[in-house]
C-alpha cells in the first residue's frame, strides 16, 4: 500500500523488472537434465536423474533445461529435494521452458494418484519454473499433479489438466504464483492443507468447479486461496463466463476460503455449487469468499450455504491456518504473497 502511494506505477514496474532474474544454468551441485544429451555426467529424462539420487537424507537438486520431457514422474527419496526448471524470469510461470507431460486418464491408471503426471510421495519437496500437464483432456479424471508430502513448496510452475488437474490430497503445500487450468474439480483432495497465494487460475469449463473438497472430518485441514485471479483459460469452452463456480463440496466438511480473488471473468452468480444438487452434504461445509473483485465480481448472488467474510472472519484463514505456524521455516519467502 505504501510502496504505490511513494512510487509511480512505471518505477514500479521498473523495480520488478530488477528483482526479476533468469535460471539458465544449473547451480551448484544440480544433477543435470537436458533433452538428447550425450555429455558425460548428464541426463536425457528426468527419472534417470532422479534414480542417480541416493535415497537418503541429504539435501539435492536437479536442474532441467528446456524441452518436453513426455515421462511419468513419482518421487520418493527420503532426504529434501528441489527441483529447478530453465527460465529467463524466476519470478513468474510465463518464462518456464522445462516441461513434463504424460497422457494418463485415472480410469487406466487404476487411481487418481497413479494417472498423475508428476506424483510426489516425499516431505521436504520444492520445485520451480516447470510446467506439469496431464495431456489426456475431458472425459475422465486425469491428473497433472499428485500431492502426497508435506511442506512441499511449488513456485512459478504451470499445471495443466482438465478434470481434477491438482491432487492437493494429503500433507502440508503451498502453491505460490503458479498458473493452475482446468475444467471439472480441478484442485481437490481429501486430507490436503493448502495454501494458494498470487496465482492465475484458468477455467476451461461451463458450469464446472475449480475446487473439490473431500475433507471427510473436522480436522485442520483447508484450501486457502489469498490474492489470485481467475481467468478464461486456453480454449475455455462456449460458455464458460458466467457459469463456473469456485467450488462444490466432495464431502460434508469441505473448508474452501478464497480471498481478495480478481476476477477477470465471471463465475455463476450462486458462486458455489452442490455436489450433484445434493443439500444433505453441506452440514459442516464452510464455502466463503471476502474481497471478491475486477470486472467478473459483478451481481454476485451467493448460494445460501455460502458465506461473504467480514475483514475480522477473513483474518482467521491465512497461511498459517492452512499449513501450520512454522510454515516461514519451509516456505520460500521471496514469492509468498
Not at 489426456?136 to 511442506?151: D, N, T
Not at 494458494?196 to 471427510?216: E, H, K, M
Request: proline share 4%.
Amino acid at each position: 500500500m505504501f510502496a504505490a502511494l511513494l512510487f509511480p506505477s512505471f518505477i514500479l514496474s521498473s523495480l520488478q523488472l530488477v528483482l526479476a532474474a533468469s535460471r539458465t544454468t544449473p547451480p551448484a551441485g544440480a544433477v543435470v537434465v537436458r533433452a538428447g544429451t550425450t555429455t558425460a555426467g548428464e541426463f536425457s529424462t528426468i527419472t534417470a536423474a532422479l534414480n542417480s539420487l541416493p535415497n537418503d537424507s541429504s539435501s539435492r537438486s536437479l536442474f532441467i533445461f528446456p524441452g518436453t520431457y513426455t515421462e511419468q514422474i513419482d518421487i520418493t527419496r527420503s532426504g529434501p529435494l528441489t527441483i529447478y526448471g530453465y527460465t529467463t524470469d524466476t519470478t513468474t510461470y510465463t518464462s518456464n521452458q522445462a516441461t513434463i507431460a504424460f497422457n494418463s486418464p485415472a480410469n487406466v491408471a487404476g487411481s487418481d494418484d497413479a494417472s498423475g503426471t508428476l506424483r510426489i510421495h516425499k516431505n521436504n519437496f520444492s520445485m520451480y519454473n516447470v510446467n506439469v500437464r496431464n495431456t489426456f483432456g475431458p472425459g475422465v479424471q486425469a491428473i497433472a499433479l499428485s500431492q502426497y508430502g508435506s511442506e512441499v513448496g511449488l513456485y512459478a510452475c504451470g499445471f495443466y489438466g482438465y478434470q481434477d488437474t491438482l491432487y492437493a490430497n494429503e500433507g502440508t503445500q503451498v502453491y505460490l504464483k503458479n498458473y493452475i487450468e482446468g475444467g471439472i474439480d480441478f484442485i481437490f483432495g481429501r486430507e490436503g492443507s493448502a495454501y494458494f497465494g498470487g496465482n492465475t487460475i484458468g477455467v476451461l469449463a461451463a458450469g464446472g468447479s475449480i475446487t473439490a473438497s473431500g475433507r471427510q472430518t473436522n480436522d485442520s485441514g483447508s484450501y486457502v486461496f489469498h490474492q489470485n485471479t481467475i481467468v478464461l483459460g486456453n480454449g475455455a469452452a462456449s460458455g464458460t463466463a458466467g457459469s463456473y463456480y469456485f467450488g462444490r463440496p466432495w464431502s460434508d466438511w469441505a473448508r474452501v476460503i478464497f480471498e481478495s480473488t480478481v476476477l477477470e471473468v465471471a463465475p455463476n452468480p450462486a458462486v458455489w455449487s452442490l455436489w450433484d444438487g445434493n443439500a444433505t452434504s453441506i452440514d459442516h461445509v464452510i464455502n466463503a469468499d471476502y474481497n471478491t473483485t475486477g470486472p467478473g465480481a459483478t451481481n454476485l448472488k451467493r448460494a445460501s450455504w455460502a458465506e461473504q467474510l467480514t475483514a475480522s472472519q477473513a483474518a482467521q484463514f491465512s497461511i498459517s491456518s492452512a499449513v501450520g505456524s512454522t510454515w516461514q521455516s519451509w516456505v520460500d519467502l521471496s514469492y509468498f504473497v
